[in-house]
């Protein structure tokens, strides 16, 4: 079993590394174009890797629990990242009604998990994080109630908070793993350093025109 839990650890690591590269790429690209599109699927790609291994970690090998609510952020707000993208604001249908719903049940089980064992990661980093998955999740169920012009004006930014949330997620995970003596400092940068990112790139993409022609990064190779 303890093989098993280094391999899964290795592997874990080599994908959240993959993914970091691939995203800050991403980051930094033409938004839209064919290199945004293909490293947005190596970060889509390798997230899921993460994603996977993570909650082994938690669920098989019972380690870090932290890992389980970092998983829950980076793989739900990719996943309504793309979802955002493909339905281009047209109505949210059930399966983005029965994800969220989810997700949110399995955070509110974690905090209450944590009341009763106590923690052992910065209490700021929890609560913040929670927060901000109770924040998208509310907001997603919120677009069942907006306005079809309302929702077509607000999906390119809804697609960059989403997946520059994703990826400063892993990126505090991996940051306050390598840098535990830093704690809570080491975590919190880069979420400062992702939302500074989020607001110049919203306000920018939120006056243009838009842009109707910007492909998924889980599409067919063009």
Known sequence: METLHRLNISLHVLAGTLAL???????FLAKGNQKHVRFGRYFLWALSVVILTGLLGVIVFKRNTF?????LLSGYTAFSGIRTLRLKGQRPQLLDALVPVGVMSAAGYYLYYI????????????????????????????????????????????????????????TSAFTGTVLPQYQPYSQILPTVFGLT???VAAVYFFKKPVNRSIRLPITADQ
């Open 115 to 170: 009341q009763s064992i106590g923690m052992f990661w910065a209490p700021v980093v929890i609560y913040s994080t929670l927060g901000a998955l109770f924040w998208v999740t509310l907001y997603d169920l919120s677009r069942f109630f907006l306005s079809q012009t309302r929702r077509q004006r607000l999906y390119i930014t809804e697609h960059i908070y989403k997946l520059v949330s994703s990826l400063i997620a892993i």
């Open 67 to 71: 890992l389980l609510v970092i998983t």
């Open 197 to 199: 990112y989020i607001v």
């Open 21 to 27: 590269i691939a995203g800050f790429v991403v980051l």
